[in-house]
């Protein structure tokens, strides 16, 4: 858990480092703003080791970018995960995009459809937790002028490859904190990342489910089937 917070706080004080360029006109970190709702999600839910682990791209407005938790959709983490604490704001703030943290009044889908997933299937924490634990590759949102989300792969190609080895350097010293049996890559970005780090001589085994998204489609056809056919097939619980 150490390792993981330790981890975590080298990436943050990293990305600091770095500038991006238009069409990027905000950038929020919410391991700077909302650190402490995460240190809560790491201290309460990521001690153990040897579960997979769902990985996903980076925030979204409503979910992380509010809470702290990957993928944290406001009720979600406060009323099933139990997490809640105060959130910073940061700055500059997008106009159309304010942190609100846990008086968000949006609900963020993404968070909605995976932990919702998990809340319905394992109906406690403990027992989710037992099996799986969850992450983000790169915890910074990115906001064009207009407000709108642009993802990491959308970046220009020297920026993009500055954040990914730093990304890359997280993920490796998450796995080593962590010693998953599964990274379970939410969405093709994420997925590649993941294959990127796992050698052909690692035990590590990687797997892809479709992103929760809504502006995916396949996600808005029986998104949970489908992720629930994927765990089967790699031998995975799904309660």
Same mark, same amino acid.
């Given at each position: 858990?150490i390792a993981?917070l330790?981890?975590?706080d080298? #990436?943050?004080?990293?990305?600091?480092?770095?500038?991006?360029?238009p069409p990027?006109?905000?950038?929020?970190?919410?391991?700077?703003?909302?650190?402490?709702?995460?240190?809560?999600?790491?201290?309460?839910y990521?001690?153990?080791? $040897?579960r997979?682990?769902f #990985?996903g791209?980076?925030p979204g407005?409503? $979910?992380?970018a509010q809470?702290?938790?990957?993928f944290?959709?406001v009720?979600?983490?406060r009323? !099933?995960l $139990?997490?809640?604490a105060?959130?910073?704001r940061p700055s500059?703030e997008?106009?159309?995009?304010?942190?609100?943290?846990?008086?968000c009044p949006?609900?963020e889908?993404?968070?909605?459809? #995976? !932990?919702g !997933?998990a809340?319905?299937?394992f109906?406690?924490?403990?027992?989710f937790?037992r099996h799986?634990?969850?992450?983000n590759?790169?915890?910074?949102?990115?906001l064009?002028e207009s407000g709108?989300n642009l993802?990491?792969?959308?970046?220009?190609?020297?920026e993009?490859?500055?954040?990914?080895?730093?990304?890359?350097a997280y993920?490796a010293?998450?796995v080593?904190?962590?010693?998953?049996t599964?990274?379970?890559?939410?969405g093709g970005y994420a997925?590649?990342?993941?294959?990127?780090?796992?050698?052909?001589?690692d035990?590590?085994s990687v797997l892809?489910i479709?992103?929760p998204?809504p502006?995916n489609?396949a996600?808005?056809?029986? !998104?949970?089937?489908?992720?629930?056919?994927?765990?089967?097939?790699?031998g995975?619980p799904?309660r």
């Amino acid at each position: 858990m150490i390792a993981l917070l330790s981890a975590a706080d080298r #990436l943050r004080s990293r990305l600091a480092a770095l500038s991006f360029s238009p069409p990027v006109a905000f950038v929020y970190n919410p391991l700077e703003y909302a650190w402490e709702p995460y240190c809560r999600y790491i201290e309460k839910y990521g001690r153990a080791t $040897g579960r997979a682990v769902f #990985l996903g791209m980076n925030p979204g407005p409503f $979910g992380m970018a509010q809470t702290g938790v990957p993928f944290g959709e406001v009720s979600l983490v406060r009323d !099933w995960l $139990g997490i809640e604490a105060p959130v910073g704001r940061p700055s500059p703030e997008h106009p159309k995009r304010p942190v609100r943290g846990f008086a968000c009044p949006r609900s963020e889908v993404s968070g909605r459809r #995976l !932990w919702g !997933w998990a809340r319905d299937r394992f109906k406690t924490p403990e027992r989710f937790f037992r099996h799986y634990f969850v992450l983000n590759y790169c915890p910074l949102l990115f906001l064009e002028e207009s407000g709108r989300n642009l993802t990491p792969d959308k970046l220009p190609a020297r920026e993009h490859a500055l954040l990914s080895q730093l990304c890359d350097a997280y993920l490796a010293e998450a796995v080593k904190a962590l010693q998953p049996t599964h990274i379970i890559g939410v969405g093709g970005y994420a997925a590649g990342c993941a294959r990127a780090l796992a050698s052909p001589s690692d035990s590590l085994s990687v797997l892809r489910i479709p992103h929760p998204s809504p502006a995916n489609p396949a996600a808005n056809r029986g !998104w949970s089937e489908a992720v629930e056919r994927a765990l089967l097939h790699h031998g995975l619980p799904i309660r």
